[in-house]
C-alpha cells in the first residue's frame, strides 16, 4: 500500500482489503456507534455483536487466531480480518480512516 503506513500487525485472518471509518468498540453495549461499511475495532468478538459484524467493511480485533469468532465469521461473509493485533483498541482512534489488508494482516493508516 504506497503511501500508507502500516500501523498494527496481527493474524491474517480473512483475505481481501477494506477501508473506512474505525469504530472502536469496547463493550457490546456500543454497538449503536457502528457506521455501514465502517471498520469494526474491538478486544474480541462475541455472538452479541453479529448485527455489527455484518454491517462492518472489515473486522480487527486485540485478541484471537485464525480459528476464532471473529475470523471465522469474517470468512463466512467475506469481510477482510485482521486478529490478534494485541493493541488495536489502543493505537486506532475512533474515526481514523483505516485500510484493513486480511490477507496479509496488516492494519494500515491513510
Do not use: W
Not at 449503536?32 to 465502517?38: C, E, L, M, Q, Y
Amino acid at each position: 500500500m504506497v503511501g500508507n503506513r502500516v500501523i498494527l500487525k496481527g493474524n491474517p485472518a480473512s483475505p481481501g482489503l477494506a477501508e473506512g471509518k474505525a469504530v472502536v468498540i469496547l463493550d457490546p453495549t456500543e454497538q449503536g456507534k457502528i457506521i455501514d461499511k465502517g471498520i469494526l475495532v474491538a478486544p474480541f468478538i462475541t455472538p452479541l455483536l453479529l448485527p455489527v459484524l455484518i454491517k462492518s467493511a472489515g473486522i480487527v480485533t486485540d485478541k484471537g487466531g485464525v480459528m476464532c469468532h471473529a475470523a471465522i465469521i469474517a470468512r463466512e461473509f467475506g469481510i477482510p480480518c485482521v486478529t490478534g493485533t494485541e493493541e488495536a483498541t489502543k493505537k486506532i482512534e475512533n474515526g481514523a480512516e483505516v485500510i484493513v489488508d486480511g490477507t496479509k494482516g496488516y492494519i494500515y493508516q491513510k
